[in-house]
């Protein structure tokens, strides 16, 4: 059982560019959560979504970003018109029910620079 | 708003000492805890999960504690290795009746010294 898949793991995109980073959930997962992780920060939550339905966009910048989780295929996390400020290291998890009851298990992210 | 501290934020050790890293968090009414382990430029590995309504998990050399009340809990390193070195972080997860979103502490990271 592969465990949750993202890719790419490096992404450069220059300023104003868009960048998509996608993720696969284990096997039998339901549920997807996206982290940022700023230098020197912890984790942040952004997005928690099920398929076809984001559940809660909390923690998602107003602007520039969005997320889905289709019926078929990865999970995307878009940011349009990348800034230097959004460089970091997105992580994704995912668990088979509501973190509340049950383990997440994380990515290895994708480390995006903007440049 | 739930805060989650890790003490100390960095900590150096020689080969084969116990330890103790320690996780704080603000609110108490919360359904788990998770310990993860971080490498440099890495994901995120599970270690442990501990449930509100357990005390203590343990896998292999790792104990983690759980005091709800305190809001405190405690990951327990035994006879450490150099292996180990890693950032360790600590996540709460969701208070009763809210979102689903796990709070992380910036972590400990940790050298073990051959």
């Known amino acids: 059982n592969a465990g949750v898949m993202q890719n790419p793991r490096h992404l450069v995109r220059r300023r104003g560019q868009e960048a998509r980073l996608r993720c696969s959930p284990m096997?039998?997962?339901?549920?997807v959560y996206w982290y940022r992780q700023l230098p020197e920060e912890g984790l942040k939550f952004m997005v928690y979504?099920?398929?076809?339905?984001?559940?809660?966009e909390s923690g998602m910048p107003k602007e520039r970003f969005s997320a889905e989780f289709p019926k078929e295929g990865p999970s995307i996390l878009r940011i349009q018109q990348v800034v230097r400020g959004d460089s970091a290291a997105y992580f994704c998890?995912?668990?088979?029910?509501?973190?509340?009851?049950?383990?997440?298990?994380f990515g290895q992210g994708t480390r995006l620079t903007v440049v | 708003k739930q805060e989650v501290t890790q003490i100390p934020a960095a900590l150096s050790v020689p080969e084969g000492e116990n330890l103790v890293l320690n996780c704080s968090f603000t609110?108490?009414?919360?359904?788990?805890l998770q310990w993860f382990r971080q490498d440099p430029g890495k994901g995120l590995t599970s270690l442990l999960l501990?449930?509100?309504?357990?005390r203590e998990q343990t896998s292999g050399r790792l104990n983690a504690s759980l005091d709800k009340s305190s809001g405190r809990s405690t990951l327990y390193i035994a006879a450490s290795q150099p292996g180990d070195s890693a950032t360790y972080l600590c996540?709460?997860?969701?208070?009763?009746?809210?979102?689903?979103?796990?709070?992380f502490g910036k972590g400990t990271k940790l050298t073990v010294n051959p």
């Open positions: 501990i449930q509100s309504s357990q």
């Open positions: 096997k039998g997962h339901s549920h």
């Open positions: 996540a709460v997860g969701p208070p009763q009746g809210g979102s689903e979103k796990l709070v």
């Open positions: 609110d108490s009414a919360i359904y788990n």
């Open positions: 998890a995912s668990s088979r029910g509501q973190t509340m009851n049950t383990e997440a298990f």
């Open positions: 979504l099920q398929k076809e339905n984001i559940i809660d």
